[in-house]
């Protein structure tokens, strides 16, 4: 099942499982929150909700978990993330699990939702996730024409009109970075004004030239300490037309994968690109990992108006604390 499916789905009714499996986090967190709301209905948490970790969790404690009886409420949800990377080998978990959904759908107190960067789509744990369970397809979207269609079904959930062919720049604009198309969608909202349609003429004017390798080679100089080529591949970046909210989110996104290793966690990517930002992890504590998203939070309220400096001197400001 694709992501922008699902809504229909939950509308039909409750499964007894999901398994989210694929690369792209947006897809995957914005599926557990539909699926959360849709379980829980605004219940209490406290004593319908469990979140476990695959690195962590053994085969008894996620029976025990998927056994437990909601309290006060017609159903409970319980949420395991990564069941491949429990630390020692994963096999027992994965048979375990593969087993208990062929259990769960034969009840309906509980709801479970796996997440999976990366599954195989052979293996039987995977396959356990049949009908009346179900796998949605969270990988990012792939070619300009796909790109596209988020961004238009984005604008419409967000209650926005694009003219014709604004869907389409800004999938060339930006790519298959579908966070900070969220961001620039609401951006180039403003710049419309209430009521108007989003036009090519209104991407053009909001969305710079955000192209895929010097943002990388932005993160990569951060993350090194090269912090004289981050002060100037930013100011590069901004003098071809960067929007500094999607610069932002490229940093935010960058920082919260690398406080994840940091943690013990793991990251989805190509090997070298994995290797990579577990080298830069280790250039930081855990504390200052904090502090770097704090003040990329800040940053954000900033831009946001929040701020007296220019977008251009808050970012340089960011940048130098970032990679210092």
Not at 3 to 10: A, R, T, V
Not at 193 to 210: K, N, T, Y
Request: proline share 6%.
């Amino acid at each position: 099942m694709k992501p922008n499916e699902l809504d229909k789905d939950l509308r039909a009714g409750l499964r007894p499982a999901y398994l989210l499996a694929g690369e792209e986090p947006l897809l995957r967190d914005d599926a557990l929150a539909a699926i959360r709301t849709a379980v829980l209905q605004g219940v209490a948490e406290d004593f319908n909700l469990d979140r476990l970790s695959g690195e962590s969790v053994t085969p008894a404690e996620l029976e025990e978990s998927l056994r437990g009886l909601p309290v006060m409420a017609p159903r409970r949800l319980v949420i395991l993330s990564e069941p491949e990377k429990k630390r020692g080998g994963g096999k027992a978990l994965t048979d375990a699990l593969a087993a208990q959904v062929k259990e769960l759908c034969e009840q309906q107190q509980t709801v479970l939702v796996v997440t999976a960067a990366r599954v195989d789509r052979r293996a039987r744990w995977v396959k356990a996730f049949a009908q009346p369970a179900v796998v949605l397809d969270c990988d990012p979207p792939k070619g300009g024409r796909s790109v596209a269609a988020f961004v238009k079904r984005e604008a419409a959930h967000q209650g926005l009109e694009l003219e014709s062919g604004a869907a389409e720049l800004m999938a060339e604009r930006i790519g298959p970075q579908l966070l900070m198309l969220r961001q620039e969608i609401s951006k180039v909202a403003l710049l419309a004004g209430p009521g108007e349609p989003i036009s090519r003429a209104h991407v053009e004017a909001s969305a710079g030239q955000l192209a895929e390798q010097p943002v990388w080679d932005l993160t990569d100089a951060i993350g090194a300490g090269r912090t004289a080529e981050a002060v100037a591949l930013l100011a590069r970046m901004l003098n071809a037309g960067a929007a500094s909210p999607a610069l932002l989110g490229v940093l935010a996104g960058h920082f919260r994968k690398l406080a994840r290793l940091r943690s013990g966690g793991s990251v989805s990517g190509p090997p070298f690109v994995v290797k990579k930002l577990e080298s830069q992890a280790r250039r930081y504590t855990a504390g200052r990992l904090l502090a770097c998203l704090q003040a990329i939070h800040e940053a954000d309220t900033a831009l946001k108006g929040a701020g007296s400096l220019p977008p251009e001197l808050t970012l340089e400001r960011l940048v130098i604390g970032l990679a210092g």
